[in-house]
């Protein structure tokens, strides 16, 4: 069975610290990668989706970056944090051929 | 531009109490429509997919069906482990790596015993 793990949990960073969240799946191939946040109140917003490793597409422009070293891992980064970056941030997988999406665990981000 | 409208935001019932969440939809034509279970501090768990008009599927004590403009969430005789925020997705046709995938805000449940 398919298994995707986020670390950390959580995290309290000082504003204008860098970021790195990572994203592992087990138990597929190449599988589609997502990075969402989700704020309080609203809808969760997409912010990366990777088909293959090094392909990275940016669905809004923001002072994160994402990167695909391997194929079952994403990372989320950035080099100077924002009180705005505060936030839910959700890793998803979906098989290539598939429509569902599949979260992970999420990490609890909180920037002072 | 496509959009999905949940209501209530938050609905209170009592153990056994049936009721219906209510998730509408505009979109440029729908490939899917995704029901996910979130429990608080937790990411999302995937409940169901519709794909056309007058589609259902179940799951205990959950229904999910789907109309040509909304879908709707059948609990019936909820126990208090029901309790959580059941958020619907639709994704477009033409999206064909999920980059679309479009959430709405979520109804939060509380069953209580």
């Known amino acids: 069975s398919q298994t995707i793990h986020q670390w950390p949990a959580t995290l309290v960073q000082p504003v204008g610290s860098p970021l790195s969240l990572e994203c592992t799946v087990e138990g597929t191939s190449n599988p589609n990668l997502y990075w969402y946040r989700q704020a309080a109140g609203r809808g969760l917003q997409l912010l990366f989706y990777?088909?293959?490793?090094?392909?990275i597409s940016s669905e809004v422009p923001q002072n994160l970056s994402a990167s695909r070293p391997q194929d079952r891992q994403f990372i989320l980064s950035s080099k100077k944090l924002l009180l705005s970056d505060s936030g839910f941030y959700l890793c998803?997988?979906?098989?290539?051929?598939?429509?569902?999406?599949?979260f992970g665990p999420g990490t609890r981000l909180t920037v002072l | 531009e496509d959009q999905v409208t949940q209501s209530p935001e938050a609905l209170r019932l009592q153990e056994g109490e049936s009721s219906s969440l209510n998730c509408s939809y505009t979109v440029s034509g729908l490939r899917g429509l995704f029901w996910y279970r979130q429990d608080p501090g937790k990411g999302p768990e995937f409940l169901f997919t519709?794909?056309?008009a007058g589609e259902e599927k179940e799951k205990e004590r959950l229904k999910a069906t789907l109309t040509k403009k909304e879908s709707f969430l059948h609990i019936t005789a909820p126990k208090p482990e029901d309790s959580a925020t059941y958020l619907c997705a639709v994704q477009a046709r033409w999206d064909n790596y999920g980059q679309n995938f479009v959430f709405g805000p979520g109804t939060r449940l509380s069953v209580l015993p």
């Open positions: 990777s088909v293959g490793i090094g392909q």
């Open positions: 519709l794909y056309s």
């Open positions: 998803a997988w979906r098989y290539g051929a598939g429509d569902e999406q599949f």
